[in-house]
């Protein structure tokens, strides 16, 4: 004879096969076996075995076979609501919609931009966002010096665009264009009417950009060491730049696609530098987490239309 007594539920839970559950709902709502069978997919022998195992597990019999079919005992019409709100909650969340729908969707995208992106690709991926995804938000975030790779792994950033040579472990990437460096100094500067060779590049007083979160000071300073070039001036964003190089004989050594966006600043000039500067990739990277979220793959599909080269 079963004998129901209290059981601790953290413990039964942690040993019940949540399967079984799908069984009760569907016995129940059948009254049968067979048919209960039928409507889960399972052969009658799997349905016994399956109904001998709840049995065990609740400590009653659950279902009495009797002239009307299988009854439900006292405890198993207990059990049978909130087994059933469970059943359907989980067959609802498996239904959820994983599809994206850029034109209705309402959502926000997060993104690390270095100062650079926000100068020269950010305009154009939002004019296409405008057409694409109207009714969706940007949030370009501040760079921090350290933790970017946690706030991409919690979520709070979707994706980082630019060049983050730190992001390596847990991060896909994928390569948006090459890039490499010019130098910016004013159009009336002493050398800016004759070629710039070595000796008069060690002349000058140089700047750097240093921007928090990212690489390109890393490459311009190696490069500036192993040619023993002094630098004056580092700053940490690239806005202040047109004016520096504008009002002053400092030259400053900027990523090209940079330096062509200020080229419409009055009473600046792009030159080559006589030093080797390795060139550098400009990457989107995310978090594995959001590999397959359907909103991040919408957008970084749409920023690789948008910017690959």
């Known amino acids: 004879m079963f004998k129901i007594h ?34 889960i997919g399972l052969s009658q022998p799997a349905m016994s075995n399956a109904l001998a195992r709840l049995r065990k597990t609740f400590n009653d019999p659950l279902f009495v076979r009797t002239g009307g079919g299988m009854q439900p005992t006292p405890y198993a019409e207990m059990l049978g609501p909130p087994i059933q709100r469970a059943c359907e909650l989980v067959a609802n969340s498996l239904n959820i919609d994983t599809t994206f729908e ?62 983050f040579p730190d992001l390596r472990a847990g991060f896909y990437q994928q390569r948006l264009y090459v890039d490499n460096f010019v130098c910016l100094m004013r159009a009336d500067h002493p050398h800016a009417h004759s070629p710039v060779g070595m000796d008069e590049f060690m002349e000058m007083r140089h700047a750097i950009i240093t921007t928090p979160g990212t690489g390109h000071a890393a490459v311009v300073q190696r490069a500036f060491a192993r040619h023993r070039l002094p630098v004056a001036l580092t700053i940490p964003h690239f806005t202040a730049v047109p004016i520096i190089v504008s009002q002053s004989d400092y030259v400053v050594t ?30 989107q990277h995310w978090h594995e987490r959001y590999h397959h979220d359907p909103a991040n793959r919408w957008i970084r599909s749409l920023i690789a239309e948008v910017l690959v080269q």
């Open 6 to 39: 209290a059981v601790d539920n953290s413990l039964r839970l942690s040993s019940l096969d949540l399967n079984l559950l799908v069984v009760f709902d569907a016995i129940l709502k059948d009254r049968n076996i067979t048919a209960a069978g039928r409507r």
């Open 102 to 163: 850029p034109l209705s969707a309402t959502c926000t995208f997060n993104f690390y931009v270095t100062d650079i992106g926000a100068a020269v690709f950010l305009p154009k991926l939002l004019r296409t966002m405008v057409q694409r995804a109207p009714n969706a938000k940007v949030n370009v975030l501040r760079i921090p010096e350290y933790g970017e790779q946690a706030a991409m792994a919690s979520g709070d950033v979707d994706l980082a665009i630019g060049f």
């Open 254 to 283: 900027v990523p090209r696609r940079l330096a062509l966006a200020f080229s419409d600043f009055p009473g600046i000039k792009m030159i080559e530098p006589p030093i080797k500067i390795p060139s550098f990739e400009i990457k």
